[in-house]
């Protein structure tokens, strides 16, 4: 079993959308989660960090479920700029990152 | 300011075949670490570096694979005896001191072995 498993999607949607995935983990001593954006073969870069009472960053909204053990990200108005893939990530040592395979999310005009 | 750079950006070899993949942190990070990404896959932890020492070489798949940072600063991954399934993408990550501070990520090298 992966630790860290996503819908791949893809999620096509329209500009000024919302759309929402989450990822489930199966590591209880998890320590960090977050969400990294990778754009099409470029690397992966830190979109937010997630803690346990949510947290928004403009019009992204992630959230954590430490007793479900999963994760998620809901994105507002989308944006044709948020077309990416999305990388569930999970921590739990000081230092090892463990990632899912992404979900795709298409934003069409 | 300079982000992580690694080089070469591209690397065709062929099966059998040795290779060296650099990477090259972002200035004051002490910590380094490699990762391997496969298509259509998230990446894979291989290797982490504080300073000179590997602190955590687990996720090497066997002993083909190799990585030293002899300086502290640049690290080389090497591969002998490459395989076809080797083709992937290798990313190297740096951080300001463990991983605890944000790792930021090089663009990677896009090996493939025929």
């Known amino acids: 079993r992966k630790e860290v498993e996503q819908d791949p999607g893809p999620f096509n949607v329209p500009e000024g959308a919302t759309v929402a995935f989450n990822c489930t983990y199966s590591n209880s001593a998890s320590q960090s989660f977050f969400w990294y954006r990778q754009d099409c073969r470029k690397e992966p870069k830190l979109l937010m960090s997630?803690?346990?009472s949510g947290n928004e960053d403009g019009r992204f909204t992630a959230q954590l479920n430490r007793a479900s053990q999963y994760i998620s990200l809901l994105i507002r108005d989308s944006k044709l700029s948020d077309s990416a893939t999305y990388l569930c990530v999970v921590r739990y040592n000081d230092y090892k990152l463990s990632f899912g395979a992404g979900t795709t999310v298409t934003v069409r005009a | 300011g300079a982000g992580v750079s690694q080089t070469p950006s591209n690397k065709v070899t062929e099966k059998g075949k040795y290779v060296e993949l650099r990477c090259d942190p972002i200035s004051g990070h002490t910590a380094l670490y490699w990762y391997r990404q496969s298509l259509g896959q998230g990446p894979e932890f291989l290797i982490y570096?504080?300073?000179?020492?590997?602190?955590?070489d687990s996720g090497l798949p066997n002993d083909r694979f190799f990585a030293v940072r002899p300086e502290g600063s640049v690290s080389t991954l090497k591969i002998q005896r490459t395989e076809r399934g080797d083709s992937a993408v290798y990313l190297c990550a740096s951080s300001l001191t463990s991983g605890i501070n944000e790792q930021f990520f090089g663009p990677g090298t896009r090996l493939t072995v025929l």
């Open positions: 997630v803690y346990s």
């Open positions: 570096f504080q300073g000179t020492g590997a602190a955590d």
